[in-house]
């Protein structure tokens, strides 16, 4: 099941040994806390649990795609992992590469290539024909704020606490107890501490995949 932000606020609830979350006022600064907590985390690292895939048509000789033509709106950064053009994988390469070789098209010498410039995609060169959900995409995502009570995070059900820990120290740095805050951000810590390896393992994983791949095929 996906932590929601009701769960998050009854958590942070008990913890302050309440009996049930607040509502009006108080609920929305604590949101804002647990939002603070949740984009504190994302900012750490491109996340596994961010992970995230979409597709969108190709048009012919279109030179660039937006959220408008389904590239996706919530890509991190320039944070794609893999882009394939009726399953033909396309590489990226630096935007000051492509500006430089600009002859009124983003031709330059590349094949099956690509960059991002302002949150749009750049094939280079573009797309030859239109298809019907033949661009895909791996990327990591980014998402949006909390702001309802049914809103989900991305964040595994097993480290969800970690918001919970950040959004209680600063309810304690709030009413003036350093001590029970410094507690609560050590918690944090430490869950973020687990996260990283997690991650480190996964990228470690992935690592070793992909080199014993290349050592059957060479």
Not at 1 to 19: C, G, I
Not at 191 to 205: P, S, W
């Amino acid at each position: 099941m996906a932590t929601t932000a009701d769960n998050l606020q009854l958590s942070l609830a008990y913890r302050l040994h309440e009996d049930s979350a607040p509502s009006g006022t108080e609920a929305s600064r604590r949101l804002q806390s647990l939002n603070e907590a949740y984009f504190t985390v994302l900012r750490k690292n491109p996340w596994w649990f961010t992970e995230a895939k979409s597709t969108f048509n190709s048009v012919a000789d279109q030179e660039s795609y937006t959220s408008t033509d389904g590239f996706p709106s919530d890509l991190r950064g320039s944070s794609i992992l893999e882009l394939r053009y009726n399953d033909t994988l396309y590489t990226p390469i630096l935007q000051s590469e492509a500006f430089s070789e600009y002859t009124g098209t983003y031709y330059t010498g590349h094949t099956q290539s690509y960059f991002v410039f302002n949150k749009s995609l750049y094939p280079v060169p573009k797309f030859p024909a239109a298809g019907t959900n033949n661009v895909t995409i791996k990327y990591y995502k980014y998402p949006t704020k909390l702001v309802s009570g049914s809103d989900t995070v991305l964040i595994p059900d097993e480290y969800a606490d970690i918001l919970v820990s950040f959004a209680l120290a600063r309810k304690y740095q709030a009413k003036g107890k350093r001590g029970s805050a410094s507690d609560a951000f050590d918690e944090f810590n430490e869950v973020l501490a687990q996260m990283n390896k997690e991650q480190n393992d996964y990228m470690f994983a992935l690592k070793s995949t992909n080199q014993q791949f290349v050592g059957e095929y060479e």
